[in-house]
């Protein structure tokens, strides 16, 4: 059974850093593209990065160089280091692995910025 869990949201002020993480089960981690994606009340889910299974990554133009996405193959987990979180910020954040054949989401993990 596949399993994508996501950790590490939470409230956090303006102006603060949170580091998000997805714990991959069930699929050959290493040979899959990961992503992060969020999706905010009322809005399209939207990428934020992604990383390809060769190391390789990509970023939103929102992103402005204050997100980075980082890979450990040897424990099949996905980071995102979020910094500047600003009002913009605010969703949920959902894990993506795309393999070969198949397509994974986490169920996702909620990012409150406030003060």
């Known amino acids: 059974q596949v399993q994508l869990v996501e950790s590490g949201g939470g409230l956090v002020q303006p102006g603060g850093s949170l580091r998000l993480s997805c714990a991959a089960s069930g699929i050959s981690f290493r040979l899959y593209n990961m992503a992060w994606y969020r999706q905010a009340p009322g809005k399209q889910r939207e990428l934020v990065a992604r990383?390809?299974?060769?190391?390789?990554?990509h970023y939103a133009d929102f992103v402005k160089g204050r997100f980075i996405i980082s890979r450990d193959n040897a424990n099949n987990t996905v980071y995102l280091q979020m910094d500047s979180l600003g009002p913009d910020d605010p969703a949920v954040y959902f894990c993506?692995?795309?393999?070969?054949?198949?397509?994974?989401w986490g169920r996702g993990t909620q990012v409150t910025v406030s003060s």
């Open positions: 993506h692995a795309r393999g070969a054949n198949h397509v994974y």
């Open positions: 990383i390809f299974s060769g190391g390789a990554w």
